[in-house]
């Protein structure tokens, strides 16, 4: 791809052969949506979620930042969480990072005076890193160190999405949805699973919400 006229030209070969595969596609989906994931992936432009996984538009609900990181401070992802479990209520909740995360390479690395932004965005990896600092220090390579902090990455948010008072609302009245923490190898495409959290999977107390008399 080179220019945004050549993204404008495929898009309108795609949107021909999509309605003359099926001529209903585009009326079905016109009207409403009704996924059954919401994905929390990476801005990464090599980890494109509905191609690596087969979707199609409509299948899957998509927040994406840089590292796939769920903070409990931006309202940003936490809308987009709200709207999928409360109003979409998706049965899944998919937090995929990848191998080889630029994000995940420059929070292990000293900070960047012309990043100033960035930074603050990067800190949370960084205070993932001193939670596993030994066992991420004992890899003896320097990508082997990057990519076991992809996979701690991914575990983290899985747990922060469980910290958050709209999934413990949702796993308590609902039983759903569930949590899953994947990493995509851009190496090789594919998925490995890292984690699944479930309504019935206990949450650490000081994370739980005391429930109101
Ligand atoms: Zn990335």
Redesign the pocket.
Known sequence: MQSCDELLQKNKVWAAKKQKEDPDFFNRLADKQSPKFLWIG?S?SRVAPEIVVGAEPGDIFMHRN??NQVIHTDFNCLSVLQYAVSILKVEHIIVCG?YN????KAALDKQRSDLLITNKWLMHIKNTYRLHQDEIDAFDDQNDRFNRLVELNVVEQIHALSHTSVIQESWRENGGPTLHGWVYGVHDGIITPMITLKATDEINPIFQYRQVK
């Open positions: 990476c990464d840089i590292a990848h995360c630029g994000g995940i």
